[in-house]
């Protein structure tokens, strides 16, 4: 059996996590004894967990494990900004707008699949149809904003300028020149939204929560193994993101990225009177994700490193700590010292084309990796036509995902990290004071 070295850890203070209404309630065992089953979804993520819930409706008569090495909502699912994008987005954009509209049908139809579980399960997640602006502080990245009103306008999606006071008034904070605000976009409390969806899983799905994979053998059946357990299936699917060339069956195709977060501690009352809760990304791809809370909390996350380990360390996140109270100290100086009350990192699973792995390795056996920051949605609907690809229901939009999610060979360590760790440093270098 070949082993798995390196394995999830928790990395910081899970703020979502912490504060979401379902942390204790999803109900997966740590896998211990010899289990059977048709298939196992390996990775709880938003990936894995659209994948096992597609293919128990398709396959009813089937029983289904889906496993994590830590508990549903901990992993980096959990650690999100909480923005599920409808268009595409700076992390995920394509040339052509043609692939443009598909990926926007794409992700629209994972909202409304996600939405949909919610509502039937009653999921309290702050699910919020807020919007998104897309914001920029420096006058050399207001060229961004254009091109992405230019890409609205191919698709004929709705969105609105907005600038100096008018935009300061909806936000609350001075510090943005000009936004694009468009519509659609969700804001949600990812970990609450990961655990209901969870706890929804169709009746033939066995959750097991806590349970690394630490070996893994392919074969018929496949086998994985646990520290003290083993589950054996007849179809096998990886979907465990950045861990995902642990398990051999691709290499040379991921970058994993980490990125950092902080949530402060609600704020009282007398700051941003009538202010509605907003979701902001920034027109640099280096530059800041800022959220005004439902709960009254601010939201920070920027700061990259780059760690082969799959694991950061707190020397790091020390580092994303005091970046992060710099940017909030400069977007609302009138909020002083309130606290952070969580910072942690989690790994945006980047390839260099930005297009996704999907795909068969072997007859039964399937791996999905490299949602490259956008996993909410595009996880969603990657797991959901991956369960149709494996229940053998062809469609356009399967055809279109095939076609379209196959990311460009990267180069091996240290050539790997020695260019990533470049190419980040020179992005936070411009991004300035999106930062
Ligand atoms: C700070 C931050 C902000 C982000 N903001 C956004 C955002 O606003 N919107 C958005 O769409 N995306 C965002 N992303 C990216 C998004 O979180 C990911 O794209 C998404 O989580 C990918 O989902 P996934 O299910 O594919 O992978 P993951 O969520 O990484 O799930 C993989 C799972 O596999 C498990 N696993 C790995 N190895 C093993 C093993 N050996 N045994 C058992 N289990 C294993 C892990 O524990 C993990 O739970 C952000 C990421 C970060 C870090």
Redesign the pocket.
Known sequence: MKK?HR??AIDGELGWYETSPLTGRTKGDRLKGKHKFDALV???????LSTASRLAELWPDSRIAL????RVG????G???????DLPHNLDANADPEIDKKVYQLNRFAISRLDQIRQQNGIDCSWQKAGKYFSAHEASNLCHLDSFTRTLDALHTPYEVIEGSALQQRLGTGYYQKAVYTPDNILMN?AALAQGVALALPDNVTLFEN????GIEYGSPHRAGFLGGEIEAKTLVL?????GE?FGLFQQRLAPVF???SLTRPMSEQYFPGTAPWGLTSAHPAGT?VRLTPDRRIFI?NSFSFETSLRTDQHTLDRAWKQHRASFSARFPELGELDFEYTW?????MTLNHQSLFQQSADNLYAL?G?????????TYLGYYLAEWIAGRNSDELAFIRRHNQPSWVPPDPLRSVGARIRLRYESGKAAGEI
């Not at 990192?345 to 699973?349: A, P």
């Open positions: 798995i394995l999830p390996i990775g709880a993520g938003f990936t894995g496993v994590d090495a830590l901990q992993g980096t699912s650690r999100n900004a909480g923005f599920i994008i990812p349970s690394p994979v630490t979907s465990t993101n950045s861990f642990e990125t950092y977060a994700t996350r990192g989690g790994m945006l699973c990796s949602m490259n920051g956008v996993g909410v949605a595009k996880g």
